[in-house]
């Protein structure tokens, strides 16, 4: 890895001259099987038909190479119906703000664009081009539930793929038949049910496994290298792990990203199976590497600060030996600091920390949530059992710590403490819908968020009726906390599209926060979905 | 015949002498232009800081010492000469703008306040580009001390009197990790 980012070697891109030797060759096959199914006579005629055909075919080629590859920025944004970020809007304007930054560390050595994609899935993507232009693209959904360190370790981790010039290599591999893949898909969901929907689901069909033969050509490791970029630009790799993670759990845009623009995201927006695993297959046609992985070596850089404290703290214990020894932990506070070494009684003085809190017992230790320690958990216990709170015999399963009784509309559920997550029986459900006389109206935050909710879900659930079932099995899932099989992640029903985790050998429903309020909200306020048109290609819904 | 190419060979070594003597003066340019952009920077969290402090001023009228000890860091940001004081000042006000903030998470009245999150943000945007402006800089001087010291670039530079850059390097007192306090009183 170059040492500085002003001598980021720009790649030598010969990758590129191998898609244009690739285009040509489809052509000059496409070429010759049109002499010989629709010129026979041409055969007769001597090896010189070869060398025009050749000189034509390279002719087209070089014509569709150049327009697909010369304006793809502008050709993206536009498909993707995105707009500059408007500064009257705060978020936007944090947006703008964190470019200037990353303008900054460069030194201004290339000037990049940043358009805000109108979509709620979670993804966030670059684009560049053979006329020099770059352009970062980032969805509302994402840019909406990032905190800013979060949002500069996006940033900064697709800056170094425009930097770096392995981007304009994607782009090419992209744009070379993924335009024109992405158009056809689109003219076959418009012409869903016609007489002429077979031509175009043909083409588009073909159209998108040779931009998958171009993606053979795309490394995996191009993820790593960014990863690692992002990391050093802004001394973060927490922030860059828990955005991954998060970007894991949602709807990544699949169907409104098009199907050829996947290789330019940071995370695949077609959740596959195959990207989460390894070996020689993989490795081919996959474009993005698997989560996890890329988790843990974000996870181990977060070690490197926890040296210095170790050693100070080395200092500090060969004078005072305590014995039996007590085990320390290094806990990561909400400034994103690391702190400590604390023994467990001083960590349960400190008032911020809860089951979700990063913490090691070293730099050589690996990097958890503090509710995998055991010794931890009773700390979470004991605060629990100040509450005066009956305990169940149930553990939340994302903080895993003991949920309480409550009463909810008059009904038992289960709660957590920590993240406001809620169990309840899944016959019980249509009990607490159905009481809605409540004292308190919906508030208009959720409101507005169960509108949201729905609206992005209808707009999936159209694209994800055409998708393989396969892809649900890369979404990572929460166990149950009864039997411990993973729970199903899907919509409550087909109504009222709130994800939920069932379990349906227990037949538990867990609610993470929020989400029961947001179902009671639809329903009393006979919340419908809005989508009457998809979004297409030079239409608009706004 | 001999004579020309005596005269190619001198000819290419000057012309050899000429690049690296012409890469080693545009490095050096841009240490100094970098360094200089710090300075931008800094202008600009300077000019921010009274707008923060005015709007502050009304919710915050418990924290008059807070406060003095921005506007004073500031004004003496402002008014410094020498390197050694500007770096002094600044870190000075970095720490004054450090405990504002910190205080300012007491007052939930302030975080309702649109202009204040405006400002905070721009001011947060703004320690982020002063940092980033020092790590270009400090890259930038790193790029320019390895063609000083690679060879044969040493002995051109030595020739022509190219002087090495500093690091801007942090202070032992940044570098120090803030202990936690675990008393009661704040």
Known sequence: MPLTFIDIERQKNWRIWLFFLVLLFLYLVLTAFVTVAFLPFFWQTGPRIWVFAGMVALMVSGIHFWFSAYDTSRTV??????????????????????MQEIHVVTGNRRTIQCVVIPSFSMNALSAADLRGEAVIGITEGLLSRLTRPQLEAVIAHEAHHILSGDCL?????????????SAMEKLTD????????????????????????????????????ADAAAVRMTRDPIALAETLYLLSRSWRGAGFIGSGFEMLCIMNPQATALDETEGFWADLFSTHPPLRKRMDILLKMAQVNIAELEAKAGKAATVNAQNPPVPRYYAMSPRRQWQGPFTPAELAALPWLSPLTWITQGKDRPVERASKEQCINDIFLSRLSELERPLSNVTCPCCRQPLTTESYEGTQVFQCRFCAGILVESDRIP???????????????????????MQQNQLRQLRYLKSVDSAKAAVPLLACPKCGNPMMRGFYSQAHMIEVDRCSFCGITWFDQDELVMLQCLIENRILPEITSPNYIGQSTH | MVILIYFAVVLLFLIWLALIYNGLVSTRNDVQNAWKQIDVQLKRRHDLIPNLIATVKGAMEFEQDTL?????????????????????????????????????????????????????????????????ARQLYNDLVANYRTKLQVFPNNVISSFFNFRTEEYFGAEEADRAVPGVNLSLRK
């Open chain 1, 77 to 98: 944004v536009r498909s993707l119906d995105a707009r500059p970020p408007d500064p009257q809007d705060d978020v936007h304007k944090m947006l703008m703000n964190v």
């Open chain 1, 169 to 181: 290599e994607t782009t090419v591999a992209a744009s070379l038949f993924g335009v024109y893949s």
């Open chain 1, 190 to 225: 418009t012409s869903n049910g016609r007489s002429f929907n077979a031509a175009p689901f043909f083409m588009s069909w073909s159209l998108l496994k040779l931009s998958y033969l171009l993606s053979m050509f795309i490394s995996r490791e191009r993820e790593y290298r």
């Open chain 1, 431 to 453: 009990r607490i819908i159905v009481r809605t006389n409540r004292e308190t109206p919906c508030s208009e935050r959720i409101v507005s968020l169960a509108k949201t909710v």
């Open chain 2, 68 to 132: 003095e000890k921005v506007i004073s860091a500031r004004a003496k940001a402002v008014s410094a000469n020498t390197a050694a004081s500007k770096a002094e000042s600044e870190n000075l006000l970095t720490q004054a703008l450090g405990k504002l903030f910190a205080v300012m998470e007491n007052y939930p009245a302030l975080k309702s306040n649109q202009n204040v999150m405006q400002l905070q943000e721009e001011l947060t945007s703004t320690e982020n580009r002063i940092s980033f």
